[in-house]
Nanobody
């Protein structure tokens, strides 16, 4: 059974930074495309950043502010979030891209507020 654990969320002021981590067991997250997703109450999860090999992609809303990276040796995917805005407040998840039901973790809450 694959375990996916997201961490690094918290409360940060507008303009601040956070680094999220996603640790996954097994080999799927090393081999396939992985994405960071976020969800706010009443809305569907949206893909904010994805990585496959050295290729990355970003939602327009986070382009230039967020950076996705991975460390295959640690089976971990990161999301560096800079210049955070209140609208970035959400629960953040990682999963394959496209996502698979069995790989949704608990997520990590990011709150951007003064």
């Amino acid at each position: 059974q694959v375990q996916v654990v997201e961490s690094g969320g918290g409360l940060v002021q507008p303009g601040g930074s956070l680094r999220l981590s996603c640790a996954a067991s097994g080999s799927m997250f090393r081999i396939y495309a992985v994405g960071w997703y976020r969800q706010t109450p009443g809305n569907q999860r949206e893909l904010v950043a994805g990585i496959f090999g050295i290729r990355t992609k970003y939602a327009d809303s986070v382009k230039g502010r967020f950076t996705i990276s991975r460390d295959n040796a640690k089976n971990t995917v990161y999301l560096q979030m800079n210049s955070l805005k209140p609208e970035d407040t959400a629960v953040y998840y990682c999963n394959l891209d496209p996502p698979q039901y069995e790989y949704w973790g608990q997520g990590t809450q990011v709150t951007v507020s003064s």
